[in-house]
């Protein structure tokens, strides 16, 4: 079974975490920018940190046969910081522009202020003049009201839902969302939020039709192969294997493919491994012969 | 270079040249940031040939490069870069920021460019990657490494260190053009103990060693030459033989005579031949 992950920070992630996931058969990811924990006091943290994105850490999900794609964007929490918001927003044209960056995002909206508001519409504007789908993160808190208000301002900009993807969805919010014509993410989490059990409850009530699950796995408590483990449920649950498959694979290939910087069928083989390579000096060998491995 | 690549060009990648070329020509530098890292998908990355192709680029030696090494979007970007009158500072920016297409394309581009602090400095990223491409865009198929070597910033420590990076990544010298018109003791000293080290580890040597030490001659380089002929592997004894060819001692006559009798090799015989005529 072929997994792509819609939804992970694998900047956050060791190196071990690439391995389970290339096991369990996960073969393309996408990683969209986000907040790192604390909050960066100057727009060349953030450029850093997007360098990384399209180059690092895109060389380093090849060397586990892993496609890399990122996200790029202000997120909603760091939109409220006036000291980095504008001039983010300034350097992403020349980002948005990659080959490795197959979305904007995560936009959206964290705490639901004006400001959040403004960066959100600006971002969802500069994704159509770089012909990109967007990846828009809702609250936790207030979450309902949330969508709703992402919702009226998609609405308001008369914006193409086919190239949006609503992400860390519920119960709940399904019914909202169900018949925008955009992707309904789910994001699966440990203990707390969303689960195997209930994503597999909802494929069973709506079908696997645009929509699509990760792990949204970061910095805290969270599972990178809980895309996996949803596989194992729903088959459990009767779920068939091209459902499965849909869910899994090709609704996410297909939405990200939207950007026309690859296609599905440029993922049809494993990221080529090559373990001579090295970044920037930096070999992931760390010293031992590359022709004894 | 424009006419080169506008003849490569496919039918979509023609649609999309001449919008970015007016962009490059009215915005300059400053857009080139976004005009960069689309090259490698619109223009593409087959192979732009050509052969050699020189350049002049200011006072020293003209700029050469082999463009069968090159990609359509490496000329798109050296085109690029020439339209948009692109300085030093944006030079780097563009590698800085550039993903590793775009990497690749700036260090191409510097081939044909006129050598600056800018190039001196990437350069030196390109030195110190063990990214392949990045390494042979910048060193290989081209004379920069010895243009570099006349600059004051690089200099022959420069140079020297490019080629024993190299050496280490197994480049064939073939593709350091114009590299033993700057062959000097110091490089020759640092080649011959890569060897010895590779040799007592059991690794590879660099083919390339034979031939590059014979230019700049110090002590162990004669008796490196001539046991080099007496080596189980073509390729290391044709470069000993070579090597002593570009050598040129009358009392190593003997060696070469006694090896040529055994060499079941033609290619390596007639190198051999050479060494005794010369
Ligand atoms: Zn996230």
Known sequence: MRIFEPHIHMFSRVTDDYQRMATAGVRGILEPAFWLGQNRTSVGSFIDYFDTLIGWERFRARQFGMHHFCGISLNPREANNERVNAGVLEVLPRYLEKNGVVCVGEIGLDDQTRTEEQFLIAQLELAAQHGLPVLIHTPHRDKKKGFERIIALLSDLDYDMRMVLLDHGNEETIKLTRDLGCMSGFSIYPFTKMDEARMTAIVLEYGVERLIVNSAADWGVSDPLLVPKTVVKMRQAGVSEEDIETLVWRNPVGFFAQSGRFTPADLEQPAAIDRRETYEGNSMLRGQDPERI | ?278
């Open chain 2, 1 to 278: 270079m424009q006419s080169i690549l506008e003849k490569a060009l496919a039918q979509g990648a023609l649609e999309w040249w001449p919008g970015a070329r007016a962009r490059a020509a009215a915005g300059g530098e400053h857009v080139l940031a976004e005009l960069f890292p689309a090259l490698a998908r619109r223009a593409g990355t087959a192979s732009l040939g050509g052969g050699l192709r020189s350049e002049e680029v200011g006072p020293d030696r003209p700029a050469r490069a082999d463009l069968d090494a090159w990609r359509l979007c490496d000329a798109a970007g050296l085109v690029l870069i020439g339209l948009a009158r692109a300085g030093g500072e944006a030079l780097i920016d563009l590698f800085q920021h550039g993903d590793f297409e775009e990497r690749t394309i700036v260090l191409r581009a510097l081939c044909l460019l006129p050598v600056s602090e800018a190039t001196i400095a990437l350069l030196g990223e390109a030195q110190r990657t063990n990214v392949e491409n990045h390494f042979a865009a910048a060193a290989c198929d081209s004379n920069l490494p010895a243009r570099a070597a006349l600059h004051p910033s690089f200099g022959l420590e420069g140079f020297n260190r490019l080629v024993l990076k190299a050496a280490f990544l197994q480049e064939p010298v073939s593709r350091l053009l114009e590299v033993e018109t700057r062959a000097n003791p110091e490089l020759t000293r640092m080649l011959q103990d890569l060897a010895s080290e590779r040799e007592a580890a059991g690794r590879a040597v660099w083919p390339g060693t034979n031939l590059l030490i014979a230019f700049a001659p110090i002590e162990g380089t004669a008796a490196r030459l001539v046991g080099g002929l007496e080596h189980g592997d073509d390729v290391r004894r044709r470069s000993a033989a070579e090597g002593l060819a570009v050598l040129n001692q009358r009392d190593l006559q003997p060696f070469i005579r006694e090896r040529l009798r055994r060499e079941p090799r033609a290619e390596i015989r007639a190198a051999l031949e050479r060494a005794l005529r010369s």
